[in-house]
């Protein structure tokens, strides 16, 4: 039973800057790598970062020295800070975590709703 809930999209322009935030709740024992996606129209999703649990980052060619993720472990919160935008980043983007449910089980990866980044001017 566990939700996962992305914040802070929007309208802005061309160079502007967002910052998308998702926070999971529920049942969590423990989560371990988490990303983000996104799905502009008529393309398929795409990872565009990913965090581990120490911290280690990786990013897509696209939008790397732009975006930045983070994670705060004590809030089950993973942000991405999204600069310098450009219209082709325009997309629906999805909060994604491998969760814990209990020790000893595995990890079951979990979305969230998705919300809409539009960058146009």
């Known amino acids: 039973q566990v939700q996962l809930v992305e914040s802070g999209g929007g309208l802005v322009q061309p160079g502007g800057s967002l910052r998308l935030s998702c926070a999971a709740s529920?049942?969590?024992?423990?989560?371990?790598?988490m990303r983000w996606y996104r799905q502009a129209p008529g393309k398929q999703r795409e990872v565009v970062a990913v965090?581990?649990?120490?911290?280690?980052?990786n990013y897509a060619e696209s939008v790397k020295g732009r975006f930045t993720i983070s994670r705060d472990n004590a809030k089950n919160t993973v942000s991405l800070q999204m600069n310098s935008l450009k219209p082709e980043d325009t997309a629906v983007y999805y909060c994604?975590?491998?969760?814990?449910?209990?020790?000893?089980?595995?990890?079951?990866?979990?979305w969230g709703q998705g919300i809409q980044v539009t960058v146009s001017s």
């Open positions: 529920g049942s969590i024992f423990s989560i371990d790598v």
């Open positions: 994604n975590a491998d969760i814990l449910f209990s020790y000893g089980r595995g990890f079951i990866g979990s």
């Open positions: 965090i581990s649990f120490d911290g280690s980052t």
